[in-house]
């Protein structure tokens, strides 16, 4: 497969570009019709491929894109799953090129997208192609149900699996939206935590006020706000809401163990983001806050007077968004709650505070033992000549959750991204190489039943 | 002359919109061409009211306008300082009619800048024009120094100010920036507090990171701000920065006595700000704390992901904008060292803090019982009916202090606003009747001698 997927390398990555162009923002309501168009693009991309029955299926937000080949008689059936959608491109004058002008540097394709997840989901549809186009059928059926929501925590994919099913039945669901442990070494993550986020808005008198006039008698919104924030950890790096560690596993030797067998250069990976130390809570090591622990991080903070220069006011309004990482039972709702507690009994004197509750999603665990992962992992040994390790992720992907539970079917996290590949952030990219092996590799495994 | 006031009322308040339709915000660049129409605007006023020599001064950053009338031989020379720019207008939704474009309603004049400090300034271009087209002379010699930089702490009128003693030299400086007691009540402010601004910048990671694959294993730049500025006053509202309170004066029960004689009507003040309470430091009551007590107050803030829902990420930059009034012997820059020292001590591990000075003002006190400003409470009392008051102002106008020393004159500050017009806030509005009462008021002052 390796000659077929070089034959058409150029032709796949100038695809990709075209993808990659689209600027398919699902968080920002103004980049409503390049989603739309995202979606579209989509669609062509897998009738072209040789997928039947596409649907473009409009939500109450972005659309889902649906198609199937199922003429393999008496095969197990996958179902792909994906996302077309990106993150915000903020800040953008940290990127060295427009993140919606896709560009190919050093075998790496730099764009906002690029490895979460377009690159990693057309990734499947060209494998399907070249099977198709080789042989006129798949060794397998295939679905693929690919979402344009999934950065805002998928509010409509969730019930539209409740509601399809029947039409969505699978043996396994084959997701590539995770990471390699480094280049050279494949990954099959066991394990993603669970998600909350939420926007908290602070407001102290009706209207900012002069500095001159007010200030040091009337309650600053900024430092209501800096003060209530600072409250949510304590000296030691914990969480300081009162019950947020309710569920949360206790850490076992065993577990530690099975942590610290993942290879992680922590002094590299400090050198590589310019950090003199990593910071957490106390007690644990830099993958297990990261992977196994729970968190709260504040994603944004704004107040007051933001332009050039000064501006004597005391501010009277104050925003923060904050995101928390679950893990083991902690349940998304009952946190939201002990956060909403914290912050009532929190919130300085005279400030008014409201939350906004905005992605809510379970914490996952996957059995690394299941013959659909050790099909994977083996398809990875063929391709990568190495045996791929079973992490436990620190990121969230909400609704893996729902799959397996609702589908009843093994979910396989087949990644093919880096995390260096600054994912979220300025300057995304994906290693060329990666796309390619990673075609082979998708192709192996369906052709394995 | 209430008579040639009334008459010429509806023409001054023409021409007084003209001048608020003008945006000459002086802290944002972007506005720079509009802040030179304001000086050429105030020109052609100067020239049209009967002034000679009117000059439009370049400096390195916005122009100086300086006009004169010096033929009142033996006769004392005033000086008249009042600034043509104004504060940002953010934030623009918060205002009821756009801030450049002035409206008459309820007999007040709803502009950015109609009482800081473009009302109150065409005050004294219209007393002069009225006594110069009345009589052809002045009664006393009049000098305008108008500059374009008084809400960024002027920066270049200091060194002007320096370089030209004999061509400002006067024996007094008449000054209407300030606020009555409320309406009704007249005030002549015998002390204004210094003023320090600065801009704080802190980072972590040299890029922003997911929060799935860093959260709860790096710094978070919002985190290392928030404990950062929630370390700047304790727990009694004192400012924590270690040697702050050098040089403030002990408060005795003789200054607490003076600071209560000026009227206040707390729950009035309260209800109008939509406060449950007031805040601040302990033992000192509202007026105290914004009068004779100095104060840190965080005027803006902002890091990490600012759009429209929630973008995972673990923050790598944060900014805040700070300013401090000072009483007393308060050093401003000996103030600025201290806070840097508290910044470095107190930055959380993983942080890089760097600071930028943007103001710096003395405060100044001035004796009541000075010849001018005696004759200007007479003036106020004719026009009025009432006696003003002396009050200790929270604000700063930096210049003062350097107008008081430099030419070694009294400075009268002959305010007519109020301090609910809504200044640096959204709505700014002056009350007509102290437009009109102003010229009046003025043309009393300078006949007086």
Not at 60 to 78: L, M, N, Q, R, S
Not at 256 to 275: M, Q, W, Y
Not at 364 to 392: G, H, N, T
């Amino acid at each position: 497969m390796k000659e077929k997927v070089d034959l058409h390398k150029e032709q796949f990555l100038n695809e990709l570009k075209e993808f990659l162009s689209i600027p398919s923002i699902s968080a920002l309501s103004e980049y409503k019709s390049e989603v739309n168009k995202g979606a579209e693009w989509l669609g062509e991309a897998l009738k072209s491929a040789g997928m039947e029955h596409v649907e473009i299926i409009e939500t109450k937000g972005h659309p889902i894109v649906y198609a199937d080949w199922t003429h393999a008689v008496g095969k197990p059936t996958v179902l792909i799953y994906g996302h077309y959608d990106v993150q915000p491109a903020d800040p953008l004058e940290l990127w060295e090129t427009p993140p919606f002008e896709p560009v190919i540097k050093d075998d790496k394709i730099f764009a906002r997208g690029a490895t979460d997840d377009k690159g990693q989901l057309y990734i499947h549809i060209k494998a399907v192609e070249l099977l198709l186009k080789e042989k006129g059928s798949l060794p397998v059926n295939v679905k693929f149900c690919i979402e344009g929501e999934e950065e805002v925590a998928s509010p409509n994919l969730d019930p539209f699996i409740h509601e399809h099913e029947e039409k969505l039945a699978a043996d396994a669901v084959l997701i590539s939206d995770t990471s390699f442990i480094e280049k050279g070494q494949p990954a099959i993550c066991t394990s993603l935590r669970g998600a909350l986020a939420l926007e908290l808005e602070l407001e102290t008198a009706n209207t900012d006020l002069h500095s001159g006039s007010y200030g040091g008698g009337v309650p600053n919104a900024v430092h209501c706000l800096v003060k209530l924030l600072d409250s949510l950890h304590d000296e030691k790096g914990r969480i300081a809401v009162e019950g947020f560690y309710e569920g949360v596993p206790e850490v076992t030797e065993e577990l530690r163990k099975e942590v610290s067998e993942i290879p992680f250069d922590e002094e590299a990976t400090k050198a590589e983001l310019g950090l003199d130390s990593f910071y957490g809570e106390e007690g644990f090591s830099f993958k297990e806050r990261t992977g196994i622990r729970p968190t709260l991080e504040i994603n944004g903070i704004q107040g007051g007077f933001q332009g050039e220069g000064i501006k004597t006011i005391v501010p009277s309004q104050a925003h923060a968004k904050i995101s928390c990482r679950l893990v083991g039972e902690q349940n998304p709702q009952d946190v939201y709650n002990r956060i909403e507690q914290h912050v009532q009994n929190y919130k300085p004197a005279g400030s008014k505070v409201t939350l906004n509750q905005l992605i809510k999603a379970k914490p996952v665990s996957l059995d690394s033992r299941d013959l659909m992962i050790q099909k994977a992992a083996e398809a990875y040994e063929r391709v990568y000549k190495v045996r791929p390790l079973f992490p436990k992720e620190g990121g969230s992907i909400p609704i893996v959750e729902v799959f397996s539970r609702v589908l009843a079917a093994p979910v396989v996290l087949m990644g093919f991204g880096l995390s260096s590949e600054n994912l979220h952030a300025p300057n995304e990219h994906f290693h060329i190489e990666n796309f390619t092996k990673g075609i082979e590799t998708v192709c192996e495994f369906l052709q394995d039943f």
